[in-house]
Nanobody, 118 residues
């Protein structure tokens, strides 16, 4: 059974940091591009960062220089280190797995809430 389980969300102050983690199981992790997406209230879900099966990374302009995505294929984990958090980063953050060559095969996690507020 495929599972993507996010953790690490919570409340942070502006300028603070949080680290999200997504634990994957039930599929061959190394064959999948991994990504973090977020959805704020009343807004569409948007890409935050991705890391390919070959470890290439991509970031939304709004998080470049503040967020870092990483993966550990030995542990089947993808992390998102979030620094210099802003209130605009408040959203539900979702982990996504995309097969590296079969776009019919993808999975979403259940999401974890990140709230940035003083």
């Amino acid at each position: 059974q495929v599972q993507l389980v996010e953790s690490g969300g919570g409340l942070a102050q502006p300028g603070g940091s949080l680290r999200l983690s997504c634990a994957a199981s039930g599929f061959t992790f190394s064959l999948y591009h991994m990504g973090w997406y977020r959805q704020a209230p009343g807004k569409s879900r948007e890409l935050v960062a991705t890391i390919s099966s070959g470890y290439s990374t991509n970031y939304a302009d709004s998080v470049k220089g503040r967020f870092t995505i990483s993966r550990d294929n030995a542990k089947n984990i993808v992390d998102l280190q979030m620094n210099s958090l802003e209130p605009e980063d408040t959203a539900v953050y979702y982990c996504k797995a995309d097969h590296s060559w079969d776009d019919r095969r993808y999975y979403w996690g259940q999401g974890t809430q990140v709230t940035v507020s003083s």
